[in-house]
């Protein structure tokens, strides 16, 4: 009985022990639209299962949480900043700005609509990784250009670490967008994850 009333104590222990270390990480938030939620995958296929993944083979102790919505545009970011905000994150992913542009919204909007998500975080005192996207072609070169320069200005009046192009490994390697032509594939989503942390790993902590 002694041997079992022991063991089970240390158990009992252990397990509060990886319970405290769990909550001792800081929080990383990926708050984005279909991306980050990762629409047409698996269960830890989105970039920010692969994020986590990259994260902890490279001793940085942080626990990801992916608070992506499919279909989100910058007005939900918007209305979703206060649920953000309360998790009192450490860093935030701000993945949003292609349904704005798929749209055809105006580019003002989205630029409004990020400055107040961007402006946010930085009153919270967290640190900020801006991810930018692109268009298809037949969006048009005007429309295009105006959509990518806002994340380019927002960045630098902001002074956030910044990838001005999500998809800029995925760009001709097959297998990584899904039939749609817009998601990214579970290859894709592992590959963004990649793309990111060069820009991220200044911002983190060991």
Not at 61 to 83: I, M
Not at 124 to 145: E, F, M, R, V
Not at 151 to 178: C, E, S, W
Request: hydrophobic share 40%; proline share 6%.
């Amino acid at each position: 009985m002694d041997v079992r009333r022991t063991l089970i104590v240390s158990l009992g222990f252990l397990l509060l022990a990886c319970t405290v270390l769990a909550a001792d990480k800081p929080l990383l938030i990926c708050f984005g639209d279909s991306i980050t939620a990762g629409y047409g995958l698996g269960p830890g296929q989105a970039y920010p299962d692969a994020l986590q993944h990259d994260l902890d083979t490279r001793g940085y102790r942080y626990k990801v949480d992916n608070q992506g919505t499919s279909g989100a545009t910058t007005k939900d970011a918007v209305a979703s900043l206060r649920s953000v905000l309360l998790l009192h994150p450490d860093v935030v992913i701000v993945e949003f700005g292609g349904n704005d542009g798929l749209r055809g919204l105006s580019p003002d909007w989205t630029r409004r609509n990020l400055d107040t998500v961007l402006a946010a975080l930085e009153a919270a005192h967290i640190k900020i990784l801006l991810a930018g996207i692109t268009l298809p072609p037949n969006y048009g070169s005007d429309y295009i250009h105006s959509f990518e320069q806002v994340f380019r200005d927002l960045a630098a009046k902001h002074h956030t670490a910044f990838v001005p192009m999500l998809y800029k490994d995925l760009v001709n390697v097959p297998g990584t967008i899904q039939p749609d032509g817009i998601h990214p594939t579970a290859k894709g989503s592992r590959m963004i994850a990649t793309t990111l942390l060069p820009a991220l790993k200044p911002l983190l902590k060991k």
